[in-house]
């Protein structure tokens, strides 16, 4: 071995982090969940987030977003447990049932009576409550570790959920409007305008008192802008992210549920009903207000 090669050799070992270039040590997301009180998972702990590949348990945690969160809703029911075998129709854009769905409900989501209000707008009857659940799909980032996660916002976190966004919409176009403005005082010197990942906000959980007792919901703290620094490193997680989701070596959003879904058992659909105040209108992160 020649002196020049056990110099380079050297420095690579100081430097460290050799051999972790395979796919093997590629990091794909794990699945996070809100633990309820209806769980059936040995070891899991209602009122914490739970990461269904370790087993991990957190009270509090810090989000940046990778992906625009995606309506999506699947159809359970009722009486029937959560998991893969039991869910009949499933759509990943809440347009219509997706291809693997056991069995449609409808052609399109806007015309399935699975998924409609109507009947407990009338009664207010808990009873009445639609079967086909909508949710959010997330791909967030954990702050401290920079850990890639799915999670799914449901039922009564769908709420706080969206307002928490909103105060990350306001952020982001109050961001946009200051960099619009020096750019325009200095156009020699042109600012890039703000991602979707340059936000960071703290999530924890809270009970809830419901019609069949206690859930845990999801609590979205105040959003804050990343420094340049930690907006670097997200930059560069996110690019990463998305050029493996490009080329096909990340989940899709169907596989990841497949996989929460036979990691996850709960008790029979009908003991999640709680009060229901009915659907709630807002817009999520529209796209034209974010830069990707």
């Not at 693997?100 to 009445?128: I, L, V």
């Not at 609590?219 to 690019?239: S, T």
Request: hydrophobic share 40%; aromatic share 8%; glycine share 6%.
């Amino acid at each position: 071995m020649s002196t020049e090669l056990t110099v380079l050799n050297s420095q690579a070992l100081a430097q460290g982090g050799i051999g972790l270039d395979s796919s093997l040590f590629k990091l794909k997301p794990s699945t996070l969940e809100i633990v309820q009180r209806t769980s059936r998972q040995e070891g899991a702990e209602p009122g914490r987030f739970r990461d269904t590949a370790t087993k991990d348990h957190y009270d509090k945690m810090e989000w940046v977003l990778l992906t625009n969160p995606v309506l999506q809703r699947a159809y359970y029911p009722k009486g029937s447990e959560f998991g893969r075998d039991s869910k009949l129709c499933f759509s990943l854009d809440n347009v219509q049932p997706h291809k693997a769905a056991k069995e449609p409900q409808a052609m399109y989501c806007a015309t399935c009576p699975k998924g409609s209000w109507d009947n407990y707008r009338k009664t207010r009857d808990s009873k009445d409550v639609p079967t086909c659940k909508e949710y959010y799909h997330l791909v967030v980032a954990d702050r401290a570790t920079q850990m890639p996660y799915y999670f799914n916002v449901k039922g009564l976190s769908i709420a706080p959920f969206k307002q928490g966004m909103q105060n990350i919409a306001r952020m982001i176009a109050a961001l946009q409007a200051n960099i619009k403005a020096l750019n325009k005082a200095n156009p020699s010197d042109l600012k890039p305008m703000p991602n979707i990942f340059d936000i960071k906000f703290p999530v924890s959980i809270t009970s809830q008192n419901t019609a069949t007792g206690i859930a845990y919901v999801l609590v979205v703290g105040k959003p804050m802008q990343l420094n340049a620094e930690a907006r670097a490193e997200f930059g560069a997680l996110y690019l990463d992210f998305a050029n493996r989701r490009a080329a096909g070596n990340v989940q899709s959003a169907e596989e990841s549920e497949a996989i929460a879904e036979s990691l996850v058992s709960e008790a029979p659909a009908r003991e999640e009903v709680a009060a229901v105040v009915g659907p709630i209108a807002g817009v999520v992160l529209p796209k034209s207000d974010i830069t990707i």
